[in-house]
């Protein structure tokens, strides 16, 4: 069974940081993601990295305070907010894709319950 658990959300102050964690479990993956959902909003692209070759790709708007890393030995993806805003408050989720692409914003098939984020101003 293919199983994506995160861990680390919270309440924050803006301008705090929080780190994400995203245990997998249950099979190989090329890339794993983050995205996130605020209320009315639609689910949007945060962060991604590739399994193997560690290459990271970044919504617009957190670049340069988010940073996506993993651990291949613990199975283990990680983003790191720094510099929050209260634009930022979301539910953060973990997705792993499966099929390569070399589109980093495609192809997730498998998504972890969420954890949430929320960042006071």
């Known amino acids: 069974q293919v199983q994506l658990v995160e861990s680390g959300g919270g309440l924050v102050q803006a301008g705090g940081s929080l780190r994400l964690s995203c245990a997998a479990s249950g099979r190989s993956f090329s890339r794993l993601g983050w995205f996130r959902q605020a209320p009315g909003k639609q689910r949007e692209f945060v962060a991604a990295i590739t399994v193997n070759n560690e290459i990271t790709d970044y919504e617009d708007s957190v670049k340069g305070r988010f940073t996506i890393s993993r651990d291949n030995a613990k199975n283990t993806v990680y983003l790191q907010m720094n510099s929050l805003h209260p634009e930022d408050s979301a539910v953060y989720y973990c997705?792993?894709?499966?099929?390569?692409?070399?589109?980093?914003?495609?192809?997730?098939?498998?998504w972890g319950q969420g954890a949430q984020v929320t960042v006071s101003s």
């Open positions: 997705a792993a894709q499966r099929p390569y692409t070399p589109n980093p914003r495609a192809i997730y098939s498998y």
